[in-house]
């Protein structure tokens, strides 16, 4: 998160952290101390000082997933009270998963380098496998993306050999078969 004081100082935040997720760190130069109410879905923020100029906070959330294919409703975290909103939502899969029927609500497609490198490359010394597939900009509306997420198939190939010999009492069938499971 980048928050842009526009008047007066801030000396703590309330963060709406969206149903299903949960809050596993969060990390900040001007981070006093922080306190997520899984109840309420409120992370607390309490920073060292009060701020009047632009700072970041790293919020880490995550949520569990049932077997694959899994239907879920993503929405970025929401700062209380803010004036305006300006976000981005990327999402990103590894080799064993894949996105289907997208279906967002109040955000608007981007470009794939409209996402943050630094945050991008953080993500991907976590998960080098993960693969940036789409990226959305939302305003002060209420932003959701509807999607169902797919295993990706096996991918085989197959190179085989086969040989048929027929003699007068018998008939001789020879397979060899080399199978290289690429995903």
């Known amino acids: 998160l980048s928050i842009r004081p526009v008047s007066g100082e801030l000396d703590h935040l309330s963060i709406e952290v969206p149903e299903g997720m949960m809050v596993g760190d969060v990390l900040g130069q001007r ?3 922080w306190r997520f109410d899984p109840k309420t879905r409120v992370l607390s923020v309490q920073l060292t000082e009060a701020q009047s100029k632009r700072f970041s906070l790293l919020v880490q959330t995550q949520r569990g997933m049932e077997t694959l294919p899994q239907v879920l409703a993503l929405s970025p975290l929401r700062v209380r009270e803010a004036d305006s909103v300006v976000g981005v939502l990327a999402l990103a899969f590894g080799n064993d998963a894949q996105p289907d029927a ?3 609500q109040a955000l608007a497609t981007a470009n794939l380098s409209d996402f ?4 991008w490359q953080q993500a991907r010394g976590q998960h080098g496998d993960a693969v940036l597939q789409k990226v959305y900009r939302y305003g002060k509306d209420k932003a959701q993306l ?11 190939r197959v190179i085989s ?15 060899t078969t080399d199978v290289e499971i690429v995903r």
Not at 148 to 155: G, L, S
Request: hydrophobic share 45%.
């Open 31 to 33: 981070l006093e101390d």
């Open 102 to 104: 997208l279906k967002p």
């Open 116 to 119: 943050n490198a630094r945050l």
């Open 146 to 156: 509807n999607l169902q997420i797919d295993p990706v198939a096996a991918e085989l």
């Open 161 to 175: 050999k086969q040989r048929l010999s027929l003699g007068e009492e018998r008939m001789l069938l020879a397979v």
